[in-house]
């Protein structure tokens, strides 16, 4: 008679198949082993194979299930170097994907107190590198983030831990780029993102982190041409493995990349995606994944659309930033410059870079408010920005920013200067949209010179990308410039060269037979300030009165 296999054999056997299977991506297969295996014997290496099983399924729920459970089993084996292991990881998926510091901060403690009088392990690695990933990624603190990456490579480096110490070259990259050191910061990504898709990496989340940090400093800067060559590269690796959740989160930088290009709807598909995919095991990434949305929608012109995704997510920082951009479609400076400076605030005061794109929008409202002093200020700081990180996409925002300025004071000539630059850089980026914004900006200032012709060509260059593109809102505002209607909330452009954008909306009101005092009250300025521009005009188009001013914008077609 055949004896029967002992029980603890069967467990091993599973457990066995589980692992081989985890180390070739067969998730559903190690998930059913592992599972099996724990039904016969209750371990906490089970459950850990388990839980890793799950995370790549996307399967949030059995994720944390299986980790808590084996975080209780190790504990009461007296097992405290992998319980503060578990503990560690635990932390990390807390913050990462569900938002909830409070509870990852409880598992942080639990992991140091656990590992408290023990030796150096590559625990003590890991729960330094993965709290400095926290402090740097979720909580913008440099200080400490940069004190934990060093400690914890340093303990790899002891150790002889591979994966730990290309983990610490990456995050010291992303540091160095959000503190705008980015050639250096880009250099070190570049190298670890080789050695994670070469296949170097053991662990194959330490690998997704890794390349996960080059696109995210990618889209800092704007270096759109990088981010797309890395991310065929990393979105190929996973699929290879089988990576769902790597995958998921790949979504957002290839729909970044996808706007950016003007490939709207293909990017639409990505978000879309990535909204039904995230609330399994990251909610947390959702709100992300939203304003992204939003922000399409606003350069669609469904801002309504824009409006209710927006709801709720409060001081989101780039949820102001597409607040503020759209207050600025509407004409609205002063709400546009509030939700910048808010949005200011709840960034870190080291992330140097992600304040490009607020200081775009803080130059153009400053520069509509007739704030010229804190728009030069405002461009002073993205032009630094823009000379560090080097890229196309920047030194195209910091001239496309130099040129509203220079066309609010008047200055066409310089104004033609930066636009054309800005232009040459998002046609060499392939940026679509910001391309034809230039177009539509650079034709303002031609017609102001009084090259009509070529204030059309360009208009009608930008009208047929906006069209293209389905900006139904901006292409509105080119048809309205085509048939010399001023476009809501805008100002009318100068009707001759030498004024610059508020003296020429001052023109048009003298023109209508305004009073200094009905001027003052519609474009919410001082009846001082209102005296000084009617002097400037006066001067710049050697009038001797008022009267004169409004009969000579008559001529012109002013009214």
């Known amino acids: 008679m055949e004896q029967p296999i002992p029980l603890e054999n069967v467990a091993a056997t599973d457990f066995d198949a589980g692992r081989a299977a985890l180390s070739k991506g067969q998730w559903a297969e190690a998930r059913h082993a592992f599972e099996a295996a ?3 014997e209750a371990t906490p290496e089970t459950l850990e194979g388990l839980a890793t099983a799950a995370y790549w399924q996307g399967d949030g729920g059995a994720l944390f299930a299986a980790r808590e ?3 209780r089993l190790y504990q009461k084996r007296g097992d405290n170097r992998s319980a503060a292991r578990v503990a560690t990881l635990l932390a990390l998926e807390y913050e990462a994907g569900r938002g909830e510091s409070a509870i990852s901060n409880g598992w942080l403690r639990r992991a140091h107190r656990l590992l408290e009088g023990l030796e150096p392990t590559p625990e003590h690695a890991w729960l330094a590198l993965w709290e400095g990933h926290l402090a740097l990624l979720y909580h913008g603190d440099r200080a400490k983030a940069r004190r934990l990456i060093e400690e914890g490579g340093s303990l790899g480096r002891a150790l002889g831990l591979s994966d730990v110490e290309t983990m610490s070259r990456a995050l010291e990259g992303i540091a160095m780029v959000s503190e705008g050191h980015v050639a250096e910061g880009m250099s070190r990504l570049d190298e670890t993102t080789t050695a994670a898709v070469a296949g170097e990496l053991d662990d194959l989340g330490v690998a997704g982190n890794a390349c996960c940090y080059v696109l995210t ?3 800092q800067v704007r270096d759109y041409d990088r981010a797309a060559q890395w991310h065929d590269r990393v979105r190929n690796y996973f699929r290879r493995w089988h990576g769902a959740t790597a995958l998921t989160f790949c979504r957002r930088h290839y729909a970044e990349i996808l706007l950016w290009r003007g490939a ?9 995606a990535m909204a039904r995919e995230l609330p399994a ?11 992204r949305l939003a922000e399409l929608r606003r350069r669609q012109g469904r801002t309504e659309d824009a409006k209710e995704l927006l709801t709720g997510l409060g001081s989101h920082p780039l949820a102001l930033l597409c607040r503020a951009a759209m207050d600025l479609d509407a004409g609205d400076a002063a709400a546009a410059v509030s939700k910048v400076e808010r949005c200011f605030r709840v960034l870190p005061g080291e992330d140097i870079v992600e304040r490009a794109g607020g200081l775009e929008l803080l130059v153009r409202a400053y520069a509509l408010r007739d704030e010229h002093e804190k ?9 630094a920005i823009a000379e560090a990180a080097d890229t196309d996409g920047l030194r195209a925002a910091a001239a ?6 220079a066309a609010a004071g008047g200055e066409c000539e310089a104004a033609c200067r930066s636009f054309d630059d800005a232009l040459d850089r998002y046609d060499r980026a392939g940026a679509l949209f910001e391309a034809a914004r230039v177009r539509h ?17 360009k208009a009608r260059a930008a009208l047929e990308a906006f069209e293209r593109l389905g900006a139904a809102h901006a292409a509105g505002r080119v048809m309205d410039f085509l048939r010399g209607k001023p476009a809501a909330g805008t100002r009318p452009s100068s009707p001759v060269a030498g004024l610059s954008g508020r003296e020429a909306e001052v023109l048009h009101l003298i023109a209508e037979g305004k009073s200094n005092a009905s001027i003052a009250e519609r474009l919410f300025l001082s009846e001082h300030t209102v005296k000084r521009h009617v002097a400037n005009i006066l001067t710049k188009l050697k009038l001797p009165s008022r009267a004169a001013a409004a009969a000579h914008a008559a001529r012109l077609g002013a009214r």
């Not at 095991?281 to 304003?291: D, G, R, S």
């Not at 728009?375 to 032009?383: D, I, K, R, T, Y």
């Not at 496309?400 to 300025?405: D, I, N, R, V, W």
């Not at 900006?441 to 060509?457: C, F, M, P, T, Y």
């Open 38 to 40: 724990f039904a016969h």
């Open 375 to 383: 728009a030069g200020a405002a461009l002073e700081e993205l032009s």
């Open 69 to 71: 459970e084996a975080y």
């Open 281 to 291: 095991f990251a909610p947390a990434a959702l709100p992300e994944a939203t304003v």
């Open 217 to 219: 400093a990618c889209e």
């Open 400 to 405: 496309e920013a130099t040129g509203a300025l």
């Open 441 to 457: 900006e650079l034709a303002k200032v031609l017609k102001a010179q009084g090259h009509g012709e070529a204030a059309e060509r």
């Open 264 to 272: 709207w709807a293909e990017a639409e598909a990505e978000l879309e």
